[in-house]
């Protein structure tokens, strides 16, 4: 094989690493390829071109790849790759009510028996203990009961 062919394998290679380590990590399938591609041109070259030359290519690969690797675990890359930001999205936990019982609401649907009331701002999913309370009624908050709000018709 000619050096020309050894060059573009070991050159392809590099590149292919370079792309996995620092454009888009987490990929594997092109550093994978990257691998084979740098080990068959350096397999190439100690096969014909001798030892030296192989020892030389050899040389020159494992000093670019362990630039590329400092290279690409540096924080900043590695930010690329990792969660950096916090979630501070909250969910709303009837077993920490904003309503409490005793408050009075509006409901928005036909309770049958569940649907939907508002108290003050708050739209909230209530049931009742199986009446039928129609929609725009006024509805009491007589208790929370596992992870339900319910509510009875306010006479």
Known sequence: MDWLTIALLLLFGLAFLVVEVIF???TTVIGLVGFGLLAAGIWFSYRDMGTTTGHLLLSVSAVFIGALVYVGLRPRNLNKMALTQENHGHVLDVRHADVLPGTVGRTL???????????????????????FVA?????LVVGIEQNRIVVQLVA
């Open 109 to 131: 649907s036909a309770l049958r028996p569940a649907g939907t009331a508002l108290f003050a701002e708050a739209r909230r999913e209530v049931t009742t203990r199986g009446e």
């Open 135 to 139: 929609a725009g009624s006024d509805v």
């Open 24 to 26: 888009i990590p987490g």
